[in-house]
């Protein structure tokens, strides 16, 4: 049995394994239950723009014998460029912390994270932060936005330091913004 890997994704093969984990995780191709226990995807991204995602900050991925988890990091520059993502970073851009108006701020933006189905709880999403961490070092803050009918990674992403910092809209749903500082 091979070992899972923690590295930065860097082949079009690669991309197509996060693609693929990507559409059998989205909201819609999931039934109640599995939204419910498992979590959800609310993001579908084509190929041609993973790969300028990549091109700008390459994914972290957890690859076994094909990729098995990912966390997309988007740049606000590479974000503008997606209809969802656009909208993300201006409402983090209207957000304060600590005083600090986020607009002025140097963050990056987790477009997604996904595991698959089999190493869901064994602590890889805290891993893939770790590496996140190191990698995106230049950052002061890591921001997302989850869902509120997300619990699981509503959850997780609490455990790895991120902090509820305000609320917006995704798609139709309430959602919750999310920030994680790098820094500390």
Known sequence: MNPIKIKLASSESELIEIKNLQRINLRGNLSADEKKNEGFLTAEYTLSFLKKINEDSPA?????????????????KIGRQNKLLNHLINEFDKQKYKDINLVNENYIVVGQ???????????????????FKKIYK?????????????????????????????????????????LWDIKN
């Open 138 to 178: 230049n950052y002061r803050y890591c921001l997302t936005a989850v869902d509120l009918e997300n619990k699981r990674s509503s959850a997780i992403h609490q455990r790895c330091g991120f902090l509820r910092i305000g609320q917006l809209m995704l798609n139709e749903n309430p959602g919750e913004i999310i």
């Open 60 to 76: 972290i991925i957890l690859k076994k014998d094909k990729v098995v988890g990912y966390a997309l990091a988007v740049s606000k």
């Open 113 to 131: 994270l996904c595991l698959d189905k089999s190493i869901r709880g064994m602590g890889y999403v805290e891993k893939i932060y770790s590496h």
